[in-house]
């Protein structure tokens, strides 16, 4: 177990819905990040945030969007889903003063109808 | 952008041999190589990782050697369990500099027969 936790573990929905996936990072640390893994794809970066801030972006669709609150926890935003947004999404959390050494939350399994 | 490549994309070895995974990266300025282990329904497990100013490191029957003057570096797995099948991807970062993003290698489906 890793610390990281993500909900909900299963999602179904249908295209052109909107969908709100929800991490909470190990105690302490301060940067959440979010990938994307797709059989096609593999495992790809999308966003980091930073103690509220947004530090990076992916290839992150215009159509997703993430946020970082003040208790930490960070939230990814699909909306006007697509067959192809059906995928594993996952959230890492960082070590604070070590901020490459990521460790991954179980997983968002989306499947879009 | 980084590139990360990684081979083989199966590996099948017979428990108690050893197994090695190899990975090329195409930023000089990497500095950052993880290994993580996913298995099924889970998320990736990190379970070694070494940094740009060492050459090698191991932690009990896991080892990662880095050359980075060739930009690629290599997981070895000695005296294999079953549970050790899994798939592991390498990662590597470029770190601050990128948002500390990580890309990852396609993955290794490694299966170790009893």
């Known amino acids: 177990d890793s610390g990281v936790t993500q909900t909900p573990k299963h999602l179904i929905t249908a295209t052109g819905q909107r969908v709100t996936l929800r991490c909470s990072p190990r105690?302490?640390?301060?940067?959440v990040y979010w990938y994307q893994q797709s059989l096609d794809q593999g495992l790809q970066f999308l966003i980091h945030?930073?103690?509220?801030?947004?530090?990076a972006k992916g290839n992150i669709l215009e159509r997703f969007s993430a946020q970082q609150f003040p208790d930490l926890h960070s939230e990814l935003n699909l909306s006007s889903l697509e067959l192809g947004d059906s995928a594993l999404y996952f959230c890492?959390?960082?070590?604070?003063?070590?901020?490459?050494?990521?460790?991954f939350g179980p997983g968002t399994r989306l499947t879009v109808l | 952008g980084e590139n990360v490549e990684q081979h083989p994309s199966t590996l099948s070895v017979q428990e108690g041999d050893s197994a090695v995974i190899k990975c090329t990266y195409s930023?000089?300025?990497?500095?950052?190589f993880p290994w993580y282990k996913q298995e099924l329904g889970k998320g990736p497990q990190l379970i070694i990782d070494?940094?740009?100013?060492?050459g090698e490191k191991k932690d009990q029957r896991i080892a990662v050697t880095l050359n980075k003057t060739a930009k690629h570096f290599s997981l070895h797995i000695t005296e294999t369990q079953p549970e050790d099948s899994a798939v592991y991807f390498c990662?590597?970062?470029?770190?601050?500099?990128?948002?500390?993003?990580?890309?990852f290698g396609e993955g290794t489906q490694l299966t170790v027969n009893p």
């Open positions: 945030y930073y103690n509220g801030e947004e530090r």
């Open positions: 990662a590597a970062s470029l770190g601050e500099t990128s948002g500390s993003r990580l890309t």
């Open positions: 070494i940094r740009s100013n060492v």
């Open positions: 105690s302490g640390d301060l940067s």
């Open positions: 890492a959390s960082s070590v604070a003063g070590r901020a490459d050494t990521q460790y």
């Open positions: 930023d000089s300025a990497s500095n950052y």
